[in-house]
């Protein structure tokens, strides 16, 4: 599974250009779950205009409807019939002061109606101080006794490596996957393991040493999948690794 998150970029020019750039680079047509959470006002436009990407889904939601200036809600999401939403980006957090509790509203209003994407990840002062696995087991801790549905998806996004430049070692997201699938699995209800994505500074110069890893399952591209070619290119190297 290789997801691009745009974040707040993009523009009609640009996603015209991206979607000619992508065809022309794209070696392998598999069935890789492909999917692109552009910034939400072209959700639309780009659901008909990129036929080349299976799954188009959203970077957020909220877990009501009404009055609430700015939201977009899940029953909103399942009318545009969209493939899945990204929920608790580091920016979310940090820049919206989302916490977990919040998120977690999200989730159970996502569950079992829109493929829900769970970003978490640990900052680098939580990184030196070896508490990874504890940050990342309390924002798991809100999925606890949930029945997850079994599209339930993970994202592994260290907050110091997001656009930094910077990864973990391959061998140390490897183990981090691995635990993540172990916390999820005993706290969900119907004890799910999920997919576990990484993400955080993903080019297509490092994606092999990645999805070489047996327990990391694919991507969520930032800044490298604003390229159409790019954004191939480690489509490609997916592919030609990974069923
Ligand atoms: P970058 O690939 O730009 O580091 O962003 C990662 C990310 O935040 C994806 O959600």
């Not at 200036?69 to 920016?91: K, P, R, Y």
């Not at 070896?130 to 260290?158: D, M, R, W």
């Not at 999820?184 to 092999?208: C, F, M, R, W």
């Amino acid at each position: 599974m290789i997801i691009a998150n745009w974040k707040c970029n993009g523009s009609t020019e640009m996603y015209k250009t991206w979607s000619v750039d992508f065809s022309n680079e794209l070696l392998h047509k598999k069935d890789t779950y492909l999917g692109i959470a552009p910034p939400s006002i072209y959700f639309g436009d780009i659901k008909s205009y990129l036929t080349c990407i299976p799954f188009i889904g959203v970077q957020d939601v909220d877990y009501l409807d009404g009055p609430r200036t700015g939201a977009i809600s899940v029953d909103m999401l399942i009318d545009m019939d969209c493939n899945f939403s990204i929920v608790g980006h580091s920016e979310r957090r940090q820049l919206f002061n989302e916490d977990n509790e919040l998120i977690k509203k999200k989730i159970e209003s996502l569950n079992n109606k829109i493929m829900t994407v769970l970003c978490i990840g640990e900052t680098m002062v939580e990184s030196q101080k070896g508490s990874t696995k504890n940050i990342l087991e309390e924002q798991l801790g809100i999925i606890k006794g949930l029945e997850l549905n079994e599209s339930f998806t993970v994202a592994y996004e260290p907050v110091w490596a997001i656009g930094s430049g910077l990864t973990p070692e391959p061998n140390d997201i490897n183990e981090i996957h691995k635990y993540i699938k172990d916390v999820v699995q005993s706290y969900s209800a119907n004890n799910h393991i999920p997919g576990v994505l990484y993400g955080g500074s993903v080019t297509d110069i490092n994606a092999e040493s990645f999805f070489k890893k047996q327990y990391v399952d694919g991507a969520l591209v930032g800044g490298a999948s604003l390229k159409g070619a790019s954004f191939a290119k480690i489509v490609n190297i997916f592919n030609g690794m990974k069923q």
